[in-house]
């Protein structure tokens, strides 16, 4: 957005803000205006509520310097616009993001630094520099599954009927077969074809059953989860919720998104073994609203966000760009299946999902748009 029209945008505008354009409630980049003296804060967009994890209510009257501490270049930029030397100052920064605070993170951002009309308001708009990466990496990511999911139900289904012909063939020989020694083998063979078939079937299963389309509650759906889970790993395990019940009712496929996230949460569990033993395993359930989201090209003006984040050894980073392929374990006897179901049961309902792993936390984030209808009153 050019600093023009961000002036424009502003002119004759009040400082309270219920008189503020509504054009930067609809902008996905993070917005807040705030008096050039003091740095306290008028208005904030959507886009900034969600990258701060605050609501508007508890931002307003904060300071930029409440919310990103002492910054220097930050401070600088902000001098030299508020004194006219530049209408605009743009630069990239490291910001700290609520000091202090158990909250606290690091935000690699790109920040604009504006005049408005008004001589006493000033506008910060910044958004993640690799957020534009992110983005690119992720569509390239789901344009590979998608190949690759592709060739694989067309395998499966290539390998249906041979397969069903050994499986035959093997239980005829294992009558005409004289010796109980000779028809253990036919039984081998018999319980490998029964394994392959099992193995196919979970391949074509998403795209043979059909949806059955619903209004249900998200927390409900994770409560099932944590039981599974827990039943499974009843010691050295803590699953924590960090629920927002406003959320409104889900649209979609029940059962479907129970399985996403239970493969999801199943495999981080597996991968916890060492922090099982040790008693200090932790897997987090966090749900939150996203406002103006982009998914695949889409506008939403809300979503509903999941994050499945566990303090395990985190995922290779050999293995990040193909953890959503089909077959590809980074477990021994794993099938490498279950996060490629997950991600295609979250496409069916116009979500993505994505991931983000290092060494103690690996977040996997979940974003599935509200319908119109599913608008929290």
């Known amino acids: 957005m050019s600093a023009g029209l961000l002036r424009n945008s502003f002119k004759g505008a009040a400082t309270a803000a219920p008189f503020f354009p509504t054009l930067l409630d609809q902008m996905p980049n993070a917005i807040m205006v705030f008096e050039a003296e003091n740095q306290q804060l008028v208005y904030v967009n959507p886009a900034a509520e969600s990258a701060l994890d605050l609501s508007r209510k508890s931002l307003e009257g904060q300071s930029v310097h409440d919310l990103f501490g002492g910054n220097e270049a930050l401070n600088r930029m902000i001098t030299e616009v508020k ?56 569509e ?22 041979p397969l069903g012909g050994i499986r035959g063939a093997a239980q005829l020989l294992e009558f005409e077969l004289p010796e109980q020694g000779l028809r253990e083998y036919t039984q081998v063979i018999i319980k490998e074809s029964d394994r ?24 409900e759906a994770l409560e099932r989860v944590r ?19 406003s959320l409104p009712d889900v649209m979609g496929d029940r059962e479907q998104l129970i ?38 090209k889409q506008r939403y003006k809300l979503a ?16 990040m760009e193909r953890i959503f392929f089909p077959l590809v ?32 936390r690996t977040d996997f984030h979940i974003q599935i748009p509200y319908r119109r209808q599913e608008r929290p009153s």
Not at 229 to 240: N, Q, S
Not at 333 to 357: E, K, N, P, R, Y
């Open 140 to 161: 390239r990511v789901t344009q590979q599954v998608e190949s690759n999911k592709q060739l694989m139900r067309n395998l499966a289904h290539e390998i249906k009927n």
């Open 259 to 296: 399985q996403a996230t239970l493969n999801i949460v199943h495999n981080a569990a597996q991968a916890l073994s060492e922090e099982i033993g040790a008693g200090v395993a932790q897997i987090e359930l966090k749900t939150r609203v996203a406002r103006s989201v982009t998914i695949a």
């Open 329 to 360: 374990s980074g477990r021994e006897g794993g099938s490498g299946l279950g996060l490629t179901l997950a991600q295609t049961f979250v496409q069916q309902h116009q979500g993505f999902i994505a991931c983000d792993s290092r060494p103690g």
């Open 83 to 138: 004194l006219g030397h530049v209408i605009a100052q743009r630069q990239e920064l490291v910001l700290h993001s609520l000091p202090g605070s158990i909250h606290q993170e690091l935000i690699q951002a790109h920040i604009v630094i504006a005049a408005l009309e008004d001589p006493d308001l000033l506008l910060m708009e910044w958004f993640p520099i690799d957020q534009q990466l992110r983005s690119a990496r992720d």
């Open 304 to 319: 509903m966000d999941l994050h499945v984040i566990d303090n395990g050894p985190g995922i290779p980073e050999e293995m």
């Open 196 to 219: 392959l078939q099992t193995l196919v079937d979970r391949l074509l299963a998403p795209h043979r059953k059909a949806h059955i389309i619903e209004a249900f509650n998200v927390h």
């Open 227 to 245: 039981s599974l889970v827990l039943a499974e790993f009843p010691k050295g395990l803590k699953i924590i919720r960090n629920y927002d019940t």
